[in-house]
């Protein structure tokens, strides 16, 4: 499996962005997928996860209410929606891929339950 995100940049606080997960290479629509993000100097942390099917979702408490994870088996592309940014969601945001069991519904916010990562998209939040 191979994970392509993209949709990172640069926005002002309170501003939006859309980031996209590519999958490849596998059977992605069995699988639960997850975002996580890591700041400068800090550990890898959870932000969301998703069931096989879209219909479990998991968030930190950090981003709930602000974030919203979605995904488009057909497509193979699962999506993090990102309102209300602040200057503390600056970070590289990484997406991965439980491929432990499939047709699972129970999500994972721990980095290690996850087998594969896609390189990261760098979001900045300007205050």
């Known amino acids: 499996v191979q994970l392509q995100a993209s949709g990172g940049g640069l926005v002002q606080a309170g501003g939006s962005l859309r980031l996209a997960c590519a999958a490849s290479?596998?059977?992605?629509?069995?699988?639960?997928m997850g975002w996580f993000r890591q700041a400068p100097e800090k550990e890898r942390e959870f932000v969301a996860a998703?069931?096989?099917?879209?219909?479990?979702?998991d968030y930190a408490d950090s981003v709930k209410g602000r974030f919203t994870i979605s995904r488009d088996n057909a497509k193979e592309v699962v999506y993090l929606r990102m309102n209300s940014l602040k200057p503390e969601d600056t970070a590289v945001y990484y997406c991965?891929?439980?491929?432990?069991?499939?047709?699972?519904?129970?999500?994972?916010?721990?980095?290690?339950?996850?087998?594969?990562w896609g390189q990261g998209t760098q979001v900045n939040v300007s205050s």
């Open positions: 991965a891929a439980d491929v432990s069991i499939a047709f699972s519904g129970r999500l994972y916010t721990n980095t290690g339950h996850y087998n594969y």
């Open positions: 998703i069931t096989w099917s879209g219909g479990t979702t």
């Open positions: 290479g596998g059977t992605f629509s069995r699988y639960a």
